[in-house]
């Protein structure tokens, strides 16, 4: 006999986790499932840190989102305990025609936010482990920091949890049905039942919601941790969060070293290989490190020694690097988040309190319509 919640949540990473999270505080029964173990480091959640940062360059409209989100990761703070948001500030570096600094720098203005403009030669007495190329220039925003991510998940599920989400790790799905009014889940271990249903697959997604029409591609991404060669440096000039473009909307980026963390974490933001999730190799080899090295080498030769870990993600991308929030289009029961394109996780408390909404009350009162399905030219298939 099928066993009965009120909402099934599929994937339960950071935007599924969350979404248990927040519709555990509106009092539902809630059933979180996932393939791997809770939480786990198979898919887009795991290495230690990410960003958050207010000047968001992708697209000024993310600004209100993100304001929403800094709050409510204060509030996951204060009722788990954890420390999550480590406040660094951030810079962002870029020549005079790429598109980071300019990005911020819109985003700043439409929204009235706290920033500043550094010249090269500013950039260079502020920060000097940074070496910039000619026509390189900075913008800082004190707003931006680092978001520790163990923590963060551990206080998600420690809530959830708490809040009667009965949260189940290494319980594939395979298949699931709807008919409007209810929903059903099938995994390896059984088959349960439900008014509504969120899917948040991640790399899985398409797996789950190949009938949409719209094409997810997956990526391998690489991190690193490396030891500061100028230690020197470092105490007099200490880093705050930051991102280096060097290549027109392509960066590497890094954050300063935290307590408990292998080193100064070192990654590139651009998209890897296209892999399988099943069929991705994670293990980093030296062409991994040396693809980042050089990059590492031409802007911050502070951090050219021999990395101390490494660690493989997945990035799952949308067409147009933006995320995919919304009802599913032939079932408004079905509620679906995807397509985070390797910047989702300082979203996360925001976006499980949209996807919790949606699939609740079938509307949210964030400003997400720019991230609806709406915007693809493509039509789902029956």
Same mark, same amino acid.
Not at 105 to 116: F, I, V
Not at 197 to 211: P, Y
Not at 279 to 285: A, D, L, Q, T
Not at 315 to 338: A, C
């Given at each position: 006999?099928?066993?009965?919640?009120?909402?099934?949540?599929?994937?339960?990473?950071?935007?599924?986790?969350?979404?248990?999270?927040?519709?555990?505080?509106?009092?539902?029964? %809630?059933?979180?499932?996932?393939?791997?173990?809770?939480?786990?480091?198979?898919?887009?959640?795991?290495?230690?840190?990410?960003?958050?940062?207010?000047?968001?360059?992708?697209?000024?409209?993310?600004?209100?989102?993100?304001?929403?989100?800094?709050?409510?990761? =204060?509030?996951?703070?204060?009722?788990?305990?954890?420390?999550?948001?480590?406040?660094?500030?951030?810079?962002?570096?870029?020549?005079?025609?790429?598109?980071? %600094?300019?990005?911020?720098?819109?985003?700043?203005?439409?929204?009235?936010?706290?920033?500043?403009?550094?010249?090269?030669?500013?950039?260079?007495?502020?920060?000097?482990?940074?070496?910039?190329?000619?026509?390189?220039?900075?913008?800082?925003?004190?707003?931006?920091?680092?978001?520790? %991510?163990?923590?963060?998940?551990?206080?998600?599920?420690?809530?959830?949890?708490?809040?009667?989400?009965?949260?189940?790790?290494?319980?594939?799905?395979?298949?699931?049905?709807?008919?409007?009014?209810?929903?059903?889940?099938?995994?390896?271990?059984?088959?349960?039942?439900?008014?509504?249903?969120?899917?948040?697959?991640?790399?899985?997604?398409?797996?789950?919601?190949?009938?949409?029409?719209?094409?997810?591609?997956?990526?391998?991404?690489?991190?690193?941790?490396?030891?500061?060669?100028?230690?020197?440096?470092?105490?007099?000039?200490?880093?705050?969060?930051?991102?280096?473009?060097?290549?027109?909307? =392509?960066?590497?980026?890094?954050?300063?070293?935290?307590?408990?963390?292998?080193?100064?974490?070192?990654?590139?933001?651009?998209?890897?290989?296209?892999?399988?999730?099943?069929?991705?190799?994670?293990?980093?080899?030296?062409?991994?490190?040396?693809?980042?090295?050089?990059? %590492?080498?031409?802007?911050?030769?502070?951090?050219?020694?021999?990395?101390?870990?490494?660690?493989?993600?997945?990035?799952?991308?949308?067409?147009?690097?933006?995320?995919?929030?919304?009802?599913?289009?032939?079932?408004?029961?079905?509620?679906?988040?995807?397509?985070?394109?390797?910047?989702?996780?300082?979203?996360?408390?925001?976006?499980?309190?949209?996807?919790?909404?949606?699939?609740?009350?079938? =509307?949210?009162?964030?400003?997400?319509?720019?991230?609806?399905?709406?915007?693809?030219?493509?039509?789902?298939?029956?």
């Amino acid at each position: 006999m099928a066993r009965s919640y009120d909402v099934i949540v599929v994937g339960t990473g950071t935007m599924g986790m969350s979404a248990c999270w927040q519709l555990g505080r509106r009092g539902q029964r %809630v059933l979180g499932l996932d393939r791997f173990a809770v939480p786990h480091s198979m898919g887009s959640h795991h290495g230690h840190s990410r960003m958050i940062r207010l000047s968001y360059f992708e697209h000024p409209d993310y600004v209100p989102l993100l304001r929403r989100t800094y709050q409510l990761w =204060h509030e996951l703070e204060r009722g788990s305990e954890w420390s999550i948001l480590q406040a660094t500030g951030g810079l962002y570096l870029s020549p005079a025609d790429g598109v980071i %600094v300019p990005g911020c720098l819109r985003a700043s203005m439409e929204h009235g936010l706290d920033h500043e403009l550094l010249d090269q030669a500013a950039v260079g007495e502020r920060y000097p482990q940074f070496r910039l190329p000619e026509g390189y220039h900075g913008f800082y925003e004190r707003a931006a920091g680092v978001l520790l %991510v163990e923590p963060a998940l551990h206080a998600l599920h420690r809530l959830a949890t708490n809040l009667g989400g009965d949260l189940r790790g290494n319980e594939p799905v395979r298949a699931w049905k709807a008919d409007g009014q209810s929903v059903t889940v099938t995994t390896e271990k059984g088959v349960y039942e439900a008014e509504r249903l969120i899917i948040a697959g991640g790399a899985w997604s398409h797996e789950l919601l190949g009938q949409l029409g719209v094409p997810l591609s997956v990526t391998r991404q690489t991190m690193f941790w490396l030891p500061m060669l100028d230690q020197e440096g470092v105490r007099s000039h200490p880093l705050p969060a930051w991102f280096v473009e060097y290549q027109r909307g =392509h960066g590497i980026y890094g954050f300063p070293e935290l307590p408990g963390q292998p080193g100064f974490k070192v990654a590139e933001h651009v998209n890897g290989e296209a892999v399988t999730p099943e069929g991705v190799n994670r293990e980093c080899s030296d062409a991994d490190w040396h693809q980042v090295q050089g990059k %590492v080498n031409r802007f911050l030769p502070a951090l050219a020694g021999q990395p101390l870990s490494n660690s493989v993600c997945l990035y799952t991308n949308s067409p147009d690097g933006n995320f995919v929030i919304d009802q599913h289009p032939h079932w408004k029961n079905v509620t679906l988040g995807t397509g985070f394109s390797g910047h989702g996780f300082k979203f996360a408390p925001v976006i499980g309190e949209a996807l919790a909404q949606l699939a609740l009350d079938g =509307h949210t009162p964030l400003p997400i319509d720019f991230l609806s399905l709406s915007r693809f030219s493509m039509h789902p298939e029956n």
